[in-house]
Each structure stands twice: as C-alpha cells, then as structure tokens.
C-alpha cells in the first residue's frame, strides 16, 4: 500500500542515509523541476562518488530477430509477421565486431530473439570464441568485452556461453511485480522462470544485468519502486531500463493513443528511475538507453546527466535495422554505424564526460564482490 510521504522533502529524502520503499515512491513522484534538479544533483555525485564520471560504450549488435517467444509488447514476437526475419552470419557479426574494435569501444553487446536451441547456442558460442580471438590488440590484450542478451537459457548453456567468453548478461524481468509480468507474457513464460534464468545467469559467473520497461499500461510508482528494491534483492551488476513505446503490430497496439499522450510522463518518469536506482544501488553499470532518444532527441544524454555511465552505439548492419523494431519511432535507423560514432561522441562529449575508450568498464560492483 502507498503511504504518501510528502511530509519530507525530496532534499530530506534523497539526503537519507538508507532509503526505503516509500521514499522511493515519493522520489519517483517528484514533479517538479527543482526536485528533479535537486534528484539529479544527488544521483550525478552518486556516480561521481562511487564509480566517476566516464562512460563506457558498448557497440550494439542486433545479431538476430528471430523469435520463438510472444511477448506481448514486442515489436520482433513471433507473431508479428511484417518483420523479414534474419540472423547475421559469422562473418558479418565478426566483421563487425572488428570495427566496434577499431573505434576502441572495448565491448560490444550481442542481442537477438530468443531461441534455445542447440544450433543456436553452438552458432554464438562458435562466434564468441571468434570475436575474443580476432579482436585482441595490444591496447585489448583480452578482445572485446562481451555481453550477452539472448533471453532465458539453461544453466548449463549460460556456462558454455560464459566459458567461450561472454562475461555480461542483460535479461530485463520487465516487472518484479508477477501479475504485471503475467499480463505483459502469454501463459508459457513464467515469472518464476525469469528468477530462475537470472539466478543462473549469476551462478555462471557472468555480470547480471537487468531492468524494465517504464510506463505501460497498469503499472505504478509503487511498482517501480519496489523494481528498484528487486534489483538490490538479486545484486544485480548492472541495470538497463526504458520507457515503453508501444509497437502497432502487438497486442498492445490498443494503448497507442494513451501511450503517446503520456509520453513525457513516462520519459520523466525513467529519467527519475535512473537517478533513484543510482541513489540506491551506488556502483552498478547503468545504461542510457536508445528508447530514451526515441522520445527526446537529447534524451541519452539527459540519461547521462541522470547518473547512467553505458552507453550503447548502433552498429547492427543498416541493411537489417528496420527489420528490429522493437517499438515505434526505434531511432538511428538510416545512420551508418561511422555516422553512429561521431554521434555519440559528440551527444557525450557535449555534456562534458570523458569516454573509456580501450576500456571494459566493467561493473564496479561486480568487481567489489
Ligand atoms: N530476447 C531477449 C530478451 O527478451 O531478453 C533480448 C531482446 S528483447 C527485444 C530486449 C528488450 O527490448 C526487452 O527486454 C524489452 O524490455 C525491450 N522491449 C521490447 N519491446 C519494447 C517496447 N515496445 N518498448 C520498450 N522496450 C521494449
């Protein structure tokens, strides 16, 4: 239940020495732009205190989109039969990841549908032996960084992954709320499943990223406070959330028109996410995610200036990019991943953080335990 705690001040609260679920919520219901300013402030010197200020790029290789799962809200779920399906082969994704290697990005991270089936699994570890092999330089003696985000898969093939040279995973619960996470999923994707998959993720070895979308329909402060207080709960790594963008060929295409009247809400709402879940968490990786860009022109940078330090360049072939959609307005489409760099280097640059170039940037909490 919300116990509205507006008797303190967001300065009184963020200044607290433990934070608990009802100063979350009332964090995440400021509104106004000096509490916003003052929440900022607060989450930015957070990071500064805990990690510092670079930020770490992570070149995004959206490998594959096809997809066995239906998730109701996903713009590549099986379902949707507008999308060409395809999978990059090999030798593009290690073309590829030879360029990430090339503008010293130091990481990359492989995404796609989920699959689990053993032609899929030996095709990535076959590639991720590859990449850790064809990238070192002198400036990476150990090849790029890799992180994975290929969904729930077995314990036993998270160790595969991890052995061939994988040691980040990003698996988003979405919502730790389990009746959300049950209306965002069709009846064969269990909430009890993803705890379980994020588990393994952990006994792997590998860093565990998670996070969730902000905004869709039925979800609440209170919920995504509690998200905040899951995150600690599972010691996760690393964090990676956005705004929900509804896609029109889903089942939740039903939400369109109220999903664009509240967007500012929503975007405000995951500017506020990111700074309370530094404020709590401290030394966790935190990306600004491409979805904020789609609301704001400037809104990767404002995810920087919120207290994230990851930032995650485009460089899916541009032939395949329109084929990942995973929602409305998805931007960098018809950039070309040279265009990309210049990009983000300057968004970056622009609000005065330096880059970790030629470095993994690996989580500080990670490293700590
Ligand atoms: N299949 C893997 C998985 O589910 O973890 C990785 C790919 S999946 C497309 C990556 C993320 O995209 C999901 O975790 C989800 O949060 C996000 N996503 C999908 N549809 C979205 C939408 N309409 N708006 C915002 N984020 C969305």
Redesign the pocket.
């Known amino acids: 239940m919300y116990i509205n705690n507006k008797s303190n001040s967001i300065e009184d609260i963020i200044n607290k020495a433990k934070l608990d679920l009802y100063d979350l919520i009332t964090i995440l219901s400021a509104e106004s732009d000096e509490d916003l300013e003052l929440l900022r402030l607060k989450a930015y010197n957070t990071m500064l205190d805990y990690i510092g200020n670079k930020v770490y790029m992570r070149g995004l290789i959206e490998f594959s989109n096809i997809?066995t799962?239906d998730?109701y809200?996903?713009?590549?779920r099986k379902s949707n039969n507008k999308n060409e399906r395809y999978i990059l082969s090999k030798e593009e994704i290690i073309e590829t990841a030879k360029w990430i290697a090339s503008k010293n990005y130091a990481s990359l991270v492989l995404?796609?549908?989920?699959r689990q089936d053993e032609q899929f699994i030996s095709f990535l570890v076959d590639v991720i032996n590859t990449i850790k092999e064809e990238t070192k330089t002198d400036k990476l003696p150990d090849g790029l960084g890799i992180t994975l985000?290929?969904?729930e898969q077995t314990l036993e093939n998270y160790h595969r992954l991890y052995n061939a040279g994988a040691h980040r995973y990003?698996?988003?619960i979405?919502s730790s709320n389990s009746k959300l996470f049950a209306k965002l999923h069709p009846e064969n994707q269990s909430y009890i499943s993803r705890i379980e998959a994020l588990k393994n993720i952990k006994k792997s070895g590998m860093q565990l990223g998670t996070?969730v979308?902000i905004g869709f329909p039925g979800q609440t402060v209170e919920d995504l406070a509690n998200d905040i207080i899951f995150f600690k709960e599972i010691d996760a790594d690393m964090i990676g959330m956005?705004?929900?963008?509804?896609?029109n060929d889903?089942p939740m295409n039903i939400y369109l028109e109220q999903n664009k009247k509240d967007m500012l809400k929503i975007y405000n709402l995951a500017l506020k996410m990111i700074a309370a879940t530094r404020i709590f968490l401290k030394d966790v990786n935190i990306a600004s995610t491409t979805?904020l860009q789609a609301i704001n022109y400037f809104g990767r940078e404002e995810g920087l200036r919120f207290g994230a330090n990851i930032i995650m360049p485009q460089t899916t072939p541009i032939e395949y990019r329109k084929e990942y959609q995973?929602?409305e307005g998805k931007p960098c489409l018809d950039d070309i991943a040279e265009e990309c760099a210049i990009c983000v280097q300057n968004r970056i640059q622009s609000i005065g953080r330096p880059i970790g170039y030629n470095e993994w940037g690996d989580s500080r909490h990670f490293l700590k335990r």
């Open positions: 997809c799962l998730c809200y996903c713009g590549i995404q796609s549908g989920e985000s290929v969904g990003l698996l988003r979405e996070g979308m956005g705004p929900y963008i509804v896609h889903t979805a995973l929602y």
